[in-house]
């Protein structure tokens, strides 16, 4: 027989979930893939305005996982942020119907890169780890009306980019090269290497909540 000290208890399974965001995008994300987790406000903006978007990304990220690091004990807190990049030009949430448009005009006809930053803390032992995912994205030659019919739906309001792949705005996509989950706001392949080396395993954690 094995003895096992406290020390060496793997205290993973104990430990929640917390996503610093109130998106709905990533909330749906995570419960796609079964987790169980608490949803908090991100006590900050997005304070970086870097001009590399890698690290812009990634500063924003940490800053909504921190800022609410003190009010989730013995948890791993998600912190994640998203950017459309083109033309050397970041294209943030619009917030009315002609701030769509011209961002629709913009994308029309290119290809253009989408970055999620994401941020892991353990608030239990304070590791922390930043990373970041990029997808390129080609969006199709769009006619006026096109564009103008889209708006009118009222989706692309909040969007990053102005559009939203996973809904009406999918017709829009002619191809993506890379990871689908990440346009949509969290990329999951990612997400799930960086809580592994956490001692978190998604699959393990779904199957063992059945």
């Keep these: 027989m094995v003895s096992v000290l406290p020390e060496e208890l793997d205290l993973s399974h104990e430990l929640k979930i917390v996503l610093a965001s109130t998106s709905p995008r990533r909330v749906d994300l995570l419960k796609q893939v079964g987790l169980d987790f608490d949803v908090v406000s991100p006590m900050c903006d997005e304070p970086s305005i870097h001009p590399n978007p890698r690290k812009r990304v990634m500063e924003n990220a940490y800053a909504k996982a921190k800022s609410v690091n003190d009010k989730s004990q013995s948890s791993l807190v998600i912190g994640a942020d998203t950017l459309v990049y083109v033309d050397d030009e970041a294209l943030g949430k619009p917030e009315g119907r002609g701030e769509a448009?011209?961002?629709?005009?913009?994308?029309?006809?290119?290809?253009?890169?989408?970055?999620?930053?994401?941020?892991?803390?353990?608030?239990?032992?304070?590791?922390?780890?930043?990373?970041?995912?990029?997808?390129?994205?080609?969006?199709?030659?769009?006619?006026?009306?096109?564009?103008?019919?889209?708006?009118?739906?009222?989706?692309?309001?909040?969007?990053?980019?102005?559009?939203?792949?996973?809904?009406?705005?999918?017709?829009?996509?002619?191809?993506?090269?890379?990871?689908?989950?990440?346009?949509?706001?969290?990329?999951?392949?990612?997400?799930?290497?960086?809580?592994?080396?956490?001692?978190?395993?998604?699959?393990?954690?779904?199957?063992?909540?059945?």
Excluded: W
Excluded at 120 to 136: A, F, M, Q, R, Y
Excluded at 157 to 163: R, S
């Design 101 to 210: 448009a011209v961002m629709l005009v913009k994308l029309s006809g290119k290809v253009h890169k989408v970055f999620t930053g994401v941020a892991v803390i353990d608030t239990s032992t304070g590791k922390e780890s930043v990373s970041v995912e990029k997808t390129l994205v080609h969006i199709k030659p769009l006619t006026e009306s096109e564009i103008f019919h889209y708006v009118e739906t009222g989706e692309p309001i909040g969007k990053a980019g102005a559009y939203a792949i996973q809904g009406i705005g999918g017709v829009l996509v002619g191809r993506i090269i890379g990871c689908i989950s990440n346009v949509i706001g969290l990329p999951l392949p990612l997400l799930s290497e960086m809580l592994g080396d956490f001692g978190y395993d998604i699959l393990e954690n779904v199957s063992s909540s059945d």
